[in-house]
């Protein structure tokens, strides 16, 4: 496996794999990406996992965006231990690991950025201004530094998600953007590298949010499409939250893919999730799926 921390050094060690694949294929490379900011598990390991089974050159990038970070008390406390993600990465099969530094992905005279649109003014854009501005911006950097074919992203933040494919849409990016299904824990938490900021009784109460989001997508399945009935119905899972003082930002049924509220729920709808465990913000969605075991 390969490393690089400057643009010049990627691009470069990029063109050296893609030739030799190139030449042991006898057609051009399927060149692959995975975005990471770093503090990677096997939520990663999953999107790693899928680049590897359907692409040709494998590249992951491991760099903490500060200007996707509002508050820089919340950058210093991000989790990071970059000698065990790059353990994981060798280990997944990546080809090569893109690990710039600030200074390297921001020279001084930056000031170019992408402006999200009207998919983010609402839930998380609400909360965390510009936060999805820095979130384009680096993607964008990247795919244009690493030019892969295919990027892949977990569906756990799904209006990033979204996000993403829209500017690689209206830009006419050549990049194809998959998305890769939420991997959790025993318990249903949805892997995150946030959770290991969690205290131990923050953790216990955690897994709360995936069956809150269960029993929504349970009433759903058993016929029930008023919304405001199937989040009442899941609010009562998080009255423990409540009780010992965490706080619910937003959970709300939403178009799939306007991200817009939705009164009467229809089948492929998200409930999307946000709260706040002491300092630590945990995010998570489930889809709204017909109940089809009888058919």
Request: net charge negative.
């Amino acid at each position: 496996m390969e490393i690089a921390t400057t643009v010049a050094e990627v691009r470069e060690l990029r063109a050296i794999i893609a030739r030799r694949r190139w030449a042991a294929l006898q057609r051009r490379p399927i060149v692959g990406l995975v975005p990471t900011m770093g503090a990677l598990h096997e939520g990663h390991a999953s999107l790693m996992n899928a680049m590897v089974a359907e692409t040709d050159v494998r590249l992951c990038s491991i760099f903490l965006n500060p200007r996707q970070f509002e508050d820089s008390a919340d950058l210093s406390r991000y989790p990071h231990a970059l000698d065990r993600d790059l353990e994981l990465c060798r280990s997944a099969g990546i080809d090569l690991v893109f690990a710039p530094s600030a200074e390297e992905m921001y020279p001084r005279g930056f000031e170019t950025t992408v402006q999200a649109g009207p998919l983010s003014s609402r839930w998380e854009g609400e909360y965390r201004i510009g936060h999805y501005d820095g979130v384009l911006s680096v993607v964008l950097k990247l795919l244009n530094i690493t030019q892969a074919d295919v990027a892949y992203f977990g569906e756990k933040d799904f209006q990033q998600l979204r996000l993403v494919e829209r500017m690689t849409f209206d830009f006419d990016m050549e990049v194809h953007i998959l998305a890769v299904h939420t991997v959790r824990e025993a318990d249903g938490l949805a892997l995150s590298s946030r959770n290991a900021l969690l205290t131990e009784e923050q953790r216990q109460y955690a897994p709360q949010i995936y069956r809150a989001l269960k029993v929504a997508a349970d009433a759903f399945s058993a016929g029930e499409r008023d919304s405001q009935i199937i989040l009442g119905k899941a609010g009562h899972e998080l009255a423990a939250w409540s009780q010992q003082g965490f706080s619910v930002d937003y959970m709300q049924v939403v178009d799939p893919e306007t991200l817009a509220p939705r009164t009467t729920a229809q089948h492929g709808d998200r409930v999307l999730f946000a709260g706040q465990l002491g300092d630590v913000r945990l995010l998570d969605n489930i889809m709204l799926e017909e109940d089809l075991t009888g058919l």
